[in-house]
């Protein structure tokens, strides 16, 4: 299988703590943060990885170079910021195989086991699965509204403190059909959140959420990042 990692972002609110870095090369227990992404999903099955990079792309690219342990690693390069769903768009064009492919935040950690995942995925014959996460304070995060089949019925991508909620956990198995008819426009940055999956959504494409217990963490911020060595621990 391949996975489409986005880690072009600017990584704004972490400037604080790592200056000098792109988002997912920020270091975690004496590692950049990606390399926990590619070793948990090459381990989960994943074949080949397209690494979506713009800010400081040079330093993702001279440290993975075009294999990591043995997996093939490619790049799909944002010449400008394009936002999440810009840089998904045009790292699609990068994708070889056919089949479910995964997309993943490049500053997202969720410990998801991509076997029951898929299985999900293949019995609602879904264009795109979401794994969701439950939080209890959710004061970050948007939700994600689900039916009891598991189908996607809401997108609420404002932040609000409530006792418990499912969110994005930036984790997704897509099938290709589910982009069809997008392209990204020059100059004009697309978030996957915003714009993406409420147009798709929109549209009736076949979306639904899979709930998910694993260990989760979110680097971009800079107290989760300060978290994320305790959570990371032995992965």
């Known amino acids: 299988m391949e996975a489409i990692i986005l880690a072009g972002g600017l990584g704004s609110r972490l400037r604080a703590v790592v200056p000098d870095l792109p988002k997912p090369m920020a270091p975690i ?14 381990g989960q099955g994943v074949s ?8 400081k792309r040079d330093i ?19 010449d400008q910021p394009l936002g999440t769903g810009g840089g ?31 299985r999900y995925h293949q019995e609602r014959r879904a264009e795109l699965t979401i794994a969701l996460r439950e939080v209890e304070a959710n004061s970050r ?4 509204g ?7 019925t809401t997108f ?29 426009e020059s100059d004009v940055p697309v978030s996957i959140e915003d714009q993406l999956y409420p147009r798709m959504l929109a549209e009736g494409r076949r979306m639904y959420g899979f709930p998910f217990s694993g260990r989760f963490i979110d680097i971009g911020i800079p107290e989760d990042y300060r978290r994320a060595a305790s959570v990371l621990q032995g992965v």
């Open 141 to 144: 995060y948007g939700s994600v």
């Open 146 to 152: 689900i039916d009891k089949e598991g189908k996607i």
């Open 60 to 78: 993702i690219e001279e440290h993975f170079a075009a294999r990591y342990k043995g997996t093939e690693v490619d790049y799909a390069v944002e």
């Open 29 to 42: 227990n004496g590692r950049p943060f990606l390399e926990y992404l590619l070793d948990y999903w090459a």
């Open 48 to 55: 080949r990885f397209v690494l979506s990079v713009g800010y």
């Open 156 to 184: 609420d991508n404002r932040a609000r403190s409530e006792d418990q909620a499912l969110i994005n956990g930036g984790v997704y198995l897509a099938e290709k059909s589910a982009f069809a008819g997008m392209a990204s």
């Open 88 to 118: 998904l768009l045009l790292a699609l064009k990068h994708l070889r195989r056919t089949g479910p492919f995964l997309i993943m935040n490049g500053d997202t950690f969720f410990e998801v086991d991509l076997a029951p995942m898929r």
